[in-house]
């Protein structure tokens, strides 16, 4: 059975919720109202909270991930990984059990099958929630950052990742990014998106941000964060800036370690923080913490999601923020390292947290809290302060009024031509042309027509078709030129590379797809031998633009900073030549051999 109902059926379920808050859309919309309107509404708020239980209370607190993709009637395997997890078999019995805030949903949960579903199963989590006694709207979440990190997939419209648009350079760009996929998600739903990252990568061997960032600049990474916010909150999604206070010059990744960041204040202040002071400016609805020790912000060994000096005393203090403040996931090894994880969450709350992240074990956190208050360690006011916040975000977004999505209206919203035509200009801004030695780009279909696409294929990001060999040999097809694709690997065999090698010489140029190319690995090797046939090589780097510097022969070099179809199918069109290449390279790019020398500064890139 699925969940079709909209707004117009569950009346009666949130009468009194309803009847509580009415008015509250207006009294608290960002910049739209007096301070009296606001004062009036969170009174309405406060009333709200003042007749709500401990136990409903902490629930507020967390957002937690549930299998299935039907709030009452999912999958019996996404039953038994419920059952295996949470101790319960569905969404709705998840809301029943522990009255959660908010609901993230992942690809691999099976939330994201298709845009009518998940619309379907965020009405499903709502009604779950509403028909309970006091019940409360959920902030239903998701990280579509876009590029390499997104959960809803194609025919969902998926742009170009950040550090694409940080080489377009274009705030409007950015802009539209965020209110177009704003419009879609909350066609589905979603009204809580863990976008955009806001951290400013300055360590090339970053493993866990890189291409996520809009890049190494911290003025540029500002303006484009307070443009994609803008973007999505005007299309009536919670932006969530990410992840402060800054993880862009990490070499360890917080999923499996605790990352030290050894920045000085002062370095803090210039590298770090300019684009979270843009996130505030621009109204952010929400920020998201670092599992990061950050000595020269709080010396305590604790990581930046536990450390009060951090979250009160700098997010709130000194930037002046009073939105809500979202951990990062509470099962990254990043914050379990010093605590367990029934500490965790009760020591998040403790340093200014407002919204505890997907919990490894949901009963283990949420008892801890509650013990926490029992006990005196917390109290019910610390509690109804950051419920306060999470409140006020509801009524902002409209959830009290409009909680519901609309299935039959998905279809004329997501996917649009419009937006997908969007997606496709943005991105021809963003392809980076690095090298071009004698003009051998772009092709001509009347002396290169013959191509051969090898290289990497690492596993496509969500929704997307791949593999990339494979979606370039087609899009370059498409263009006039016949070409094939052999997968080689991201660490291609000795015989793999002969194969390639036999397969060249049949071709009139040679199409390389590289990610993450070190300088001892066989990717590079790959190239070399390609080069040596005699037939022109062009690399198109698909993540990380550093990989030109270990590839000193080719005649020419792209890169794409994420390998989604609209990112590779754009690279497509710059090599036939249908558009020109306008990327600058958001970061500077090292010497190989003297990583103390740069060899491509900020701002490099090519054109013809």
């Not at 009255?99 to 845009?115: C, E, L, Q, R, S």
């Not at 279909?445 to 060999?469: C, E, F, I, N, W």
Request: glycine share 10%; aromatic share 4%.
């Amino acid at each position: 059975m699925h969940d079709t109902s909209t707004g117009n059926t569950a009346q009666p379920a949130r009468r009194t919720v309803l009847a509580a808050t009415a008015g509250l859309t207006a009294a608290l919309t960002v910049g739209g109202t007096a301070h009296a309107g606001a004062a009036r509404g969170d009174k309405r708020l406060r009333a709200l909270i003042s007749r709500m239980t401990l136990e409903e209370k902490v629930g507020q607190l967390f957002v937690m991930r549930v299998y299935g993709h039907s709030a009452t009637a999912p999958d019996q395997s996404d039953i038994d990984a419920n059952l295996s997890e949470i101790g319960v078999r569905t969404a709705a019995e998840l809301i029943a059990e522990y009255h959660v805030g908010g609901i993230i949903y992942f690809t691999w949960a099976h939330n994201t099958k298709d845009p009518r579903q998940i619309a379907e199963l965020s009405n499903g989590i709502q009604r779950a929630s509403l028909d309970r006694p006091r019940g409360l709207p959920v902030l239903v979440a998701t990280d579509q950052e876009h590029g390499i990190v997104c959960r809803v997939g194609r025919p969902a419209t998926l742009f170009p990742g950040a550090m694409a648009v940080g080489a377009g350079g274009s705030r409007a760009d950015a802009r539209t990014l965020g209110r177009v996929s704003g419009a879609e998600l909350r066609a589905m739903g979603i009204n809580q998106d863990y976008s955009p990252d806001a951290d400013v990568n300055v360590n090339p061997a970053n493993p866990v941000i890189g291409v996520r960032s809009f890049g190494a600049d911290p003025d540029a990474v500002a303006g484009l964060v307070a443009a994609e916010v803008t973007g999505y909150q005007s299309s009536g999604v919670a932006a969530t800036a990410k992840h402060f206070p800054g993880h862009g010059d990490t070499a360890v990744d917080s999923h499996y370690g605790f990352p030290v960041i050894t920045h000085s204040r002062d370095q803090w202040e210039s590298l770090d923080a300019a684009p979270f002071r843009a996130a505030i400016a621009a109204g952010i609805d929400s920020i998201m913490t670092a599992h990061i020790q950050f000595p020269a912000l709080d010396d305590s060994g604790d990581p930046a999601t536990l450390s009060r000096p951090i979250l009160t005393g700098i997010l709130r203090g000194e930037l002046g923020y009073d939105g809500v403040v979202v951990t990062d996931s509470l099962g990254m090894e990043g914050v379990r390292t010093k605590y367990g994880d029934d500490r965790v969450p009760v020591l998040a709350l403790k340093a200014g947290v407002d919204q505890l992240l997907n919990p490894p074990k949901l009963d283990v956190a949420w008892n801890a809290v509650l013990e926490a208050v029992r006990g005196g360690e917390l109290t019910e006011a610390r509690l109804d302060a950051s419920i306060l916040r999470i409140l006020r975000l509801k009524a902002r977004l409209g959830l009290f009024d409009r909680p519901y999505a609309d299935p039959g209206r998905v279809g004329h919203v997501v996917g649009t031509p419009a937006h997908l035509a969007a997606a496709d200009r943005i991105a021809e801004r963003t392809t980076t042309l690095l090298v071009n030695e004698g003009g051998i780009l772009p092709l001509s279909r009347r002396t290169h027509r013959r191509l051969l696409v090898v290289g990497a294929d690492p596993a496509s990001p969500s929704g997307t078709t791949g593999p990339p060999t494979g979606v370039l040999a087609a899009a370059l097809t498409e263009l006039g030129f016949t070409a094939t694709a052999l997968s080689t690997g991201t660490a291609p065999s000795a015989a793999t590379i002969a194969e390639a090698v036999t397969a060249a010489r049949d071709a009139d140029a040679v199409i390389v797809g590289t990610y993450n190319v070190s300088a001892a690995g066989s990717q590079k090797s790959l190239v070399e031998q390609l080069i040596a046939t005699g037939k022109p090589v062009v690399a198109v780097a698909v993540r990380n633009p550093y990989d030109v510097a270990h590839l000193p022969s080719v005649a020419g070099c792209l890169a794409t900073y994420s390998w989604t179809d609209v990112e590779l199918r754009a690279a497509a069109r710059v090599i036939a030549g249908r558009v020109a290449p306008r990327g600058r390279l958001p970061v500077p790019v090292q010497r190989a051999d003297d990583p103390a020398r740069v060899l491509y500064p900020i701002g490099h890139g090519l054109s013809y």
